[in-house]
């Protein structure tokens, strides 16, 4: 089986996102990304495999699950709306960054009209794969 994201590169890509902080609200071992205040990622960095847990849309949630079945509704979070994905290479590494960047932009289509302004005047702004 394929490798999957090392720690590093994850990091950085979450970190990436124009407005993302990190933060560690459950203890050290559950990395939190949120942009403006909102959670869009949750990498349990501490197990074997890591995981990250990401908002996704309920039906794209449940297409995903089909075609990777070592994915799963995320715990502690609404099965519906949030995905676990297993980062032991069972899902590849372009699926994974594909499905941050579409967790990020539904929350960031989620933030008020006043928000997305200021995130986009930020002066960080970068165009993202869709």
Same mark, same amino acid.
């Not at 089986?1 to 933060?23: F, Q």
């Not at 990401?54 to 794209?60: H, N, S």
């Given at each position: #089986?394929?490798?999957? &994201?090392?720690?590093?590169?994850?990091? %950085?890509?979450? *970190?990436? $996102?124009?407005?993302?902080?990190?933060?560690?609200?459950?203890?050290?071992?559950?990395?939190?990304?949120?942009?403006?205040?909102?959670?869009?990622?949750?990498?349990?960095?501490?197990?074997?495999? #890591?995981?990250?847990? &990401?908002?996704?849309?309920?039906?794209? %949630?449940?297409? *995903?699950? $089909?075609?990777?079945?070592?994915?799963?509704?995320?715990?502690?979070?609404?099965?519906?709306?949030?995905?676990?994905?297993?980062?032991?290479?069972?899902?590849?590494?372009?699926?994974?960054?594909? #499905?941050?960047?579409?967790?990020?932009?539904?929350?960031?289509?989620?933030?008020?009209?006043?928000?997305?302004?200021?995130?986009?005047?930020?002066?960080?702004?970068?165009?993202?794969?869709?």
């Amino acid at each position: #089986m394929p490798r999957g &994201l090392d720690l590093g590169t994850l990091k %950085a890509s979450l *970190l990436a $996102k124009p407005g993302v902080t990190e933060e560690v609200p459950f203890g050290p071992q559950a990395l939190v990304y949120k942009v403006m205040g909102k959670m869009f990622a949750l990498l349990a960095w501490d197990e074997n495999p #890591m995981r990250v847990s &990401l908002k996704c849309d309920p039906d794209r %949630a449940e297409e *995903l699950r $089909k075609v990777f079945p070592s994915m799963c509704g995320a715990p502690y979070f609404s099965k519906r709306h949030w995905n676990a994905v297993p980062l032991d290479g069972s899902v590849p590494q372009v699926e994974v960054l594909g #499905m941050i960047d579409d967790s990020y932009d539904l929350v960031v289509a989620g933030l008020s009209r006043r928000a997305r302004d200021h995130l986009a005047t930020d002066g960080d702004c970068r165009t993202r794969r869709r």
